[in-house]
């Protein structure tokens, strides 16, 4: 959005609230979350001190982020750059904006990793003319891979994975004696021993600190209450240019981090091994079937080549994937994400582990299982495990009947949130019909339709 030099950005609300969408849960609350007033005038001028440009000429404001605000500014001698603004809801105050400068810095001087070079930061809000907590730095050359990874040929896909592992390769050669966020020392309190090894090799008089975790999973689905401590491509498609948007990454155990990229996922089953799936079977299908179990057929096998690199460059993120496949696993996935899933599924996790406890790695008939369940227990877990169960069934169908009208965490971009609603309207008048056996069942389906 240009304006002239003597532009009030301040007074396009625009700039300040939620557009991107509608939210089809809680959506006064969710526009709340990703509201937030400050002087975007004063940010202007600090982007462009930041770079020694005379003045910012232009504004223009990126599709809202679920967690972030981005301008893109323009100076007067056309060079850009970014700034970032937090939203309330995008975790706790100063320590996300800190970790995520620091964690870039990081993964640039330490991992040898392309990320955004930071111009200047400000992770106290209250203490800044600006009002808010923001970053601003460089915008890197390129696009979005999400936006052309369908239509990159398997040669230029295969030059990404073989960055992607590398990189991998780079991060894994890195570990911390504790769990947390990185931070320079300055703004944190560092613990005692607060180093990290990089090949072997410790590292101790760092810039870099381990401090409170700022990973989503320690906020969202209402955790941030708890009292608690805490890709790219135009010219050459197989450079990777940089790695935007490190909010709230942090440091835990491997197995704990998903080593798969995103726009690999191919919506299959696990691959049980490491074998090419067949080239399927193409006669007797029309132009369409064919060219869909062809594509089907590619997306597999570059998922299952993916994993094979990894097993052969990063043996050590292959293990964390087989361990993610075990029922201890699930069993530490469901225990802190027990906001969002319930009890139901882990207590019927833990039941079955009783009955391959003595199969564990390093299990002895001298270990006995920690938990002693009763016939009573085991009936009401079987039943709350089998309502969990048709619940999760129930939801499947519903995302797989609305397709790309399943509005994803509650959100739905505006052009399809009328037709939207009048399918979830549908299908809840559908459940209601099938499953209500009463007038008071069907009263407690209205009262629980999370969609309103």
Not at 183 to 208: N, Q
Not at 228 to 242: A, F, V
Not at 365 to 387: C, H, N
Not at 430 to 440: C, G, K, T, W
């Amino acid at each position: 959005m240009c304006r002239p030099r003597s532009a009030h950005w301040n007074s396009n609300d625009e700039f300040f609230k939620f557009t991107r969408g509608r939210f089809i849960v809680d959506e006064v609350e969710n526009f709340r979350m990703r509201e937030i007033k400050f002087d975007l005038n004063g940010l202007a001028r600090v982007a462009a001190d930041s770079i020694g440009a005379a003045q910012c000429i232009s504004i223009k404001k990126y599709p809202d982020g679920m967690f972030n605000k981005a301008f893109l500014t323009t100076m007067e001698d056309g060079r850009e750059v970014v700034a970032k603004v937090p939203h309330p809801n995008s975790g706790v105050p100063h320590f996300t904006t800190a970790s995520e400068v620091a964690t870039m810095d990081f993964a640039t001087k330490i991992l040898d990793t392309p990320a955004p070079h930071v111009h200047a930061w400000n992770s106290q809000a209250q203490s800044h003319p600006v009002g808010a907590e923001f970053i601003i730095m460089d915008k890197i050359e390129g696009v979005p891979l999400s936006q052309v990874w369908s239509t990159m040929q398997l040669p230029q896909r295969l030059k990404v994975i073989l960055a992607l592992t590398s990189l991998q390769k780079k991060w894994l050669s890195v570990s911390f004696p504790h769990y947390g966020s990185l931070y320079y020392t300055g703004d944190v309190h560092s613990l005692a021993g607060s180093h990290y090894i990089k090949d072997g090799m410790a590292v101790t008089d760092s810039e870099f600190a381990i401090g409170p975790a700022t990973g989503r999973d320690w906020f969202d689905a209402g955790r941030s209450i708890l009292d608690i401590k805490r890709g790219p491509y135009p010219h050459n498609p197989g450079k990777i240019t940089g790695i935007i948007d490190w909010q709230s990454c942090h440091i835990s155990p491997l197995f704990n981090h998903n080593p798969d990229p995103a726009f690999l996922y191919w919506g299959g089953l696990e691959p049980e091994t490491l074998d090419l799936a067949p080239r399927p079977a193409l006669s007797g299908l029309s132009p369409e079937e064919r060219s869909e179990a062809m594509r089907n057929y590619t997306v597999q096998n570059v998922f299952i080549g993916w994993r094979k690199l990894m097993h052969a460059k990063n043996p050590e993120l292959y293990q964390a994937v087989e361990f993610r496949k075990t029922a201890a696993y699930g069993l530490i996935f469901l225990a802190h994400r027990m906001f969002e899933y319930g009890e139901a599924h882990f207590l019927s996790l833990l039941v079955d582990l009783k009955h391959t406890w003595a199969d564990l790695p390093g299990v002895t008939s001298d270990i006995p299982f920690p938990y002693e369940f009763s016939e009573t227990d085991f009936d009401r877990i079987k039943l709350d495990s089998d309502g969990a169960v048709a619940g999760t069934e129930l939801v499947s169908e519903l995302k797989e009947k609305m397709g790309d009208l399943w509005p994803d965490k509650g959100f739905i971009e505006h052009e399809g949130y009328n037709e939207c609603k009048a399918a979830l309207d549908e299908v809840k008048g559908q459940i209601i019909e099938q499953l209500a056996e009463s007038d008071e069942e069907k009263a407690e389906y209205q009262r629980h339709w999370p969609f309103e």
